[in-house]
């Protein structure tokens, strides 16, 4: 069964420094998503992409934080200048359509720990 | 506000068992609700969905309901096996402007004991 890929699965990176997390959805999924979880907490929805666009971000998505489709498989996550508190789970998503009524298949998540 | 919760404690039962685990929610009028599992260390796997004009939803041994009266599904793992041993996480779509997200609930531990 096809499934979501992320890499690297465990990210350790100074405070101040660009991180760049990296994804591999589902190849015939249109949408794409980005959530946090930091350690205990809930799944926190970052951002929603569609048609090589944002379609949707939350307020923990700032200026510090972009998405990318490169190329036609891999979706990135960018954080520019990582704090203390950006380290948590880092799961990406994606689904065959957008809307609420469509299972999202997740990949296993990049453990992302800020010192 | 809008929350979404569910059952804070961990629930421990018997092998053998029904597992209930509860959904509810406030001020949100969500189409649809999906349950998850999620194992330590892993990303969520779906399970379920189910449309607001939906009551109840099987799957194997798993069945969810939804009561947009009362605001709250229920997710029912029947014949309970210690590999059911997991955090599950309910999640309902949210129409924000002309895009929807999924919304979660911080999930209920679930221990399943032989």
């Known amino acids: 069964e096809p499934e979501v890929t992320q890499t690297p699965s465990h990210q350790v990176t100074q405070m101040g420094q660009e991180v760049i997390l990296r994804c591999v959805p589902i190849s015939n999924h249109l949408y794409f998503y980005w959530y946090r979880q930091i350690l205990g907490q809930k799944v926190e929805f970052l951002v929603s992409f569609y048609n090589n666009e944002i379609s949707e971000k939350s307020e923990i998505f700032d200026d510090q934080f972009s998405v990318e489709r490169p190329d036609g498989s891999n979706f990135t996550l960018k954080i520019r200048s990582t704090k203390l508190e950006d380290s948590a789970m880092y799961f990406c998503a994606s689904s065959r359509q957008g809307v609420g009524n469509q299972p999202q298949h997740f990949g296993d998540g990049t453990r992302l720990s800020i010192l | 506000s809008q929350k979404i919760e569910q059952n804070s404690e961990a629930l421990n039962i018997q092998e053998g068992k029904t597992a209930t685990l509860t959904c509810n929610y406030t001020n949100y009028s969500p189409a649809y609700l999906q349950w998850y599992r999620q194992d330590p260390g892993r990303g969520p796997v779906f399970l379920l969905l189910i449309r607001e004009n939906e009551k109840e939803k099987r799957k194997e041994r798993l069945k969810v309901t939804f009561d947009t009266t009362l605001k709250q599904s229920l997710f029912h793992i029947t014949a309970s096996q210690p590999a059911d041993s997991a955090t599950y996480l309910c999640?309902?779509?949210?129409?924000?402007?002309?895009?929807?997200?999924?919304?979660w609930g911080l999930g209920t531990s679930l221990a399943v004991n032989p």
């Open positions: 999640a309902l779509d949210h129409n924000a402007g002309n895009n929807r997200k999924l919304i």
